[in-house]
């Protein structure tokens, strides 16, 4: 039986690709095992996003543990894109697969251990042929239906590995969906580059929500990051429905109105703002999470006290922070006035002390109530998962099995960089 290990980085489309790709691989004979295990095949999903996120691809190809001689290192993914000329000049690095042939890696590592070398070039070009995620990663489902982006933000090089927005065939995502509830999935992840810009044949994204709350079975559906442009009053109205779990990652990116212009939002932070608020209005425990950038060229210290107040304001569940990276090809590597990365790293650090203030705070407040948690982790009697708001929770019982729900009474927090809640079963 030979061995395949994975790392994956960057964002959850990568992590869907990965456990679709690991659970091809397991049907095929192989066996997963870890990326710092000898293995036959090594698989990097890599990121391209940040200089911070070549860097950790450039480490795992380097740190890649090729103890056995005849082992095969595919690297996938939009560094894969990015970086193509570099990384097929690197001897160590038998294939570089860009993203819209990422589904043929098992075939391309297949035909290699039958003599057949085959180009990645000649490999079939699909983007949503990806099977079961069953034998994969992570006990939640994620469901892929969209891929690329028109939007063309400033900062932005994910139009340029990922493609152009395309949407999934709706019943072929319905069917996905009907195939893992059968299997026994318990939490769907709606996950893609731009998901709430779904478009196929006159569904949009929330004709396609709507949809899947309505199918049978025992599960309930998470969104992924999505933007604050992609939906309207009709998604709005579905986040009360029994089966939707009450988060949403929402991407601000910054809180000062003239940042937002040059970066090419679709949004305003006041209309950012509206949208929590009729959210809210209906779920005050509603959890908001999002994304900011430090540093954007020209941020002044009042944008950037801006973003700091509206992360006050908003109540935000988590904000996960990066400091401004230039892509090559962006229109913001052409901007004046770009910021020294000492002021991106002191703002970095006072945005990361108010993001877990924020988070602590937004945490103890469900000590005293109740999460549905569906298990994730079991050691001896502790089991871990996640709440339906997006928690981890931590709580001890006995005969407790994985991928299934369980009601557990919030009695207190365990501190740290991602403060636990401890719960008691009901």
């Not at 190809?61 to 005849?70: L, Y």
């Amino acid at each position: 039986m030979k061995k395949v290990a994975f790392k994956t980085l960057g964002c959850r489309l990568n992590q869907y690709e990965t456990d679709a790709l690991a659970s091809q691989f397991q049907d095929k004979g192989y066996k997963l095992v870890q990326f710092d295990e000898a293995a036959d095949v090594y698989v990097i999903n890599s990121c391209t996003v940040t200089h911070q996120s070549d860097h950790k691809s450039r480490n795992f190809i380097n740190q890649a543990n090729r103890r056995n001689k005849d082992s095969v290192l595919v690297v996938t993914g939009c560094m894969a894109n990015n970086a193509k000329e570099e990384l097929e000049n690197r001897e160590e690095i038998n294939y570089v697969v860009e993203n819209d042939q990422k589904t043929s890696v098992f075939s391309l590592v297949d035909a290699h251990f039958k003599g057949e070398i085959v180009h990645p070039s000649k490999l079939n070009t699909d983007l949503f042929s990806y099977g079961a995620t069953d034998k994969g990663f992570h006990t939640r489902s994620m469901i892929k239906i969209q891929d690329g982006c028109d939007n063309f933000c400033t900062f932005c090089i994910i139009p340029s590995v990922r493609g152009r927005a395309a949407s999934r065939p709706i019943q072929d995502i319905l069917k996905n969906i009907r195939d893992v509830i059968s299997q026994g999935a318990k939490e769907i992840v709606i996950t893609g580059v731009n998901i709430g810009r779904y478009d196929f044949e006159g569904y949009k994204f929330d004709d396609l929500i709507e949809q899947i709350l309505d199918l049978d079975g025992d599960f309930r559906l998470r969104i992924s990051s999505i933007e604050p442009d992609g939906f309207g009053a009709k998604f709005l109205g579905l986040l009360n429905h029994p089966k939707m779990t009450p988060h949403l990652h929402l991407c601000l990116q910054s809180g000062s109105e003239s940042v937002l212009l040059q970066m090419r939002r679709m949004y305003t932070v006041k209309r950012f703002k509206e949208i929590v608020q009729v959210i809210r209005a209906k779920n005050p425990d509603f959890n908001i999470t999002s994304d900011i950038i430090i540093g954007f060229p020209d941020e002044s210290e009042e944008d950037f006290s801006a973003t700091c107040d509206v992360i006050k304001e908003l109540n935000f569940g988590h904000v996960h922070t990066f400091k401004y990276s230039v892509r090559k090809g962006t229109r913001a590597e052409r901007m004046p006035n770009q910021i020294d990365e000492r002021i991106k790293t002191n703002r970095s650090e006072i945005l990361r002390d108010l993001s877990e203030e924020t988070k602590l705070n937004y945490r103890k407040s469900f000590i005293g109530y109740y999460q549905s948690v569906l298990v994730e982790k079991i050691d001896g009697e502790i089991a871990g998962g996640y709440g339906e708001h997006y928690i981890p929770v931590q709580f001890t019982g006995k005969e407790i099995q994985k991928n299934h729900f369980y009601q557990v009474k919030i009695t207190g927090i365990e501190n740290g960089s991602d403060p636990i809640l401890i719960g008691e079963l009901v």
